[in-house]
């Protein structure tokens, strides 16, 4: 596609569940992160990939989050047992490879809400 | 560690003022810097990046920032606010090594006709 396109757009699910957040990358793209960005406030770095590997994933704010690439194209961000807190706009982004000048190109994000 | 901080949550002009949004960063390196806008329900869209090429920075859409080593600041301006330049903004940093942005709180535009 021309550009990163996630899915569900938006997302409302209940305290407890689990839910997955797909990001579809630039088409070549090396590089994929995952932010969250909560009212307000500016996005804020969960983790990242490049190819299939996650080179780091020190954002991610506890063992309920977790992310995968398999195949080094589309990724899956996974929230298990959801709580309300975790209710933000998620944002996708990828680049054509790491590098701290290269930029990263952002997709819509999916807002989530926990109830 | 590296942090970004925006002065103002929101910033009002009139359509054909001068548009300036401050940012200033922390950083033990000379960083990487980028100014991003986002409209609503769309995704953050780059305007400018300094990469230490130069310090005055020329991006999209009219907009330029100036890079201020002893001020440790990235402010981004705009001659002429049009109405369609209101949007949120945000500054954001990034390191030498590190993969990831720091961004901002992020400053909302108003352009009032």
């Known amino acids: 596609g021309a550009g990163v396109s996630q899915s569900p757009r938006y997302k409302v699910t209940k305290r407890g569940q689990d839910v997955a957040l797909r990001c579809d990358p630039i088409?070549?793209?090396?590089?994929l992160y995952w932010y969250r960005q909560a009212l307000g406030q500016g996005p804020e770095f969960l983790t990242y990939?490049?190819?299939?590997?996650?080179?780091?994933k020190s954002g991610l704010p506890n063992d309920r989050f977790s992310a995968e690439r398999p195949e080094g194209s589309i990724s899956t961000l996974t929230i298990q047992r959801t709580e309300q807190r975790d209710s933000a706009m998620y944002r996708c982004?990828?680049?054509?490879?790491?590098?701290?000048?290269?930029?990263?190109?952002f997709g819509p994000g999916t807002r989530l809400t926990v109830l | 560690a590296q942090s970004v901080t925006q002065l103002g949550s929101h910033v009002s002009v009139s359509e054909g003022a001068l548009v300036l949004l401050r940012c200033n960063y922390s950083?033990?390196?000379?960083?990487?810097l980028f100014w991003y806008v986002q409209y609503p329900n769309q995704g953050l869209q780059l305007l400018l990046k300094?990469?230490?090429?130069?310090?005055l920075v020329k991006g999209i859409n009219g907009f330029e920032a100036e890079f201020k080593k002893s001020e440790t600041s990235f402010h981004l301006t705009k001659p002429s606010a049009h109405m369609s330049d209101a949007a949120e903004y945000f500054c954001?940093?990034?390191?030498?090594?590190?993969?990831?942005?720091?961004f901002g709180t992020g400053t909302r535009l108003l352009v009032s006709p």
């Open positions: 300094y990469t230490s090429a130069a310090t």
């Open positions: 954001a940093v990034r390191n030498t090594g590190f993969q990831k942005l720091v």
């Open positions: 950083s033990s390196v000379p960083p990487y």
């Open positions: 982004a990828s680049s054509e490879e790491a590098g701290a000048y290269n930029e990263q190109f």
């Open positions: 990939f490049n190819y299939e590997a996650q080179q780091d």
């Open positions: 088409s070549g793209h090396v590089s």
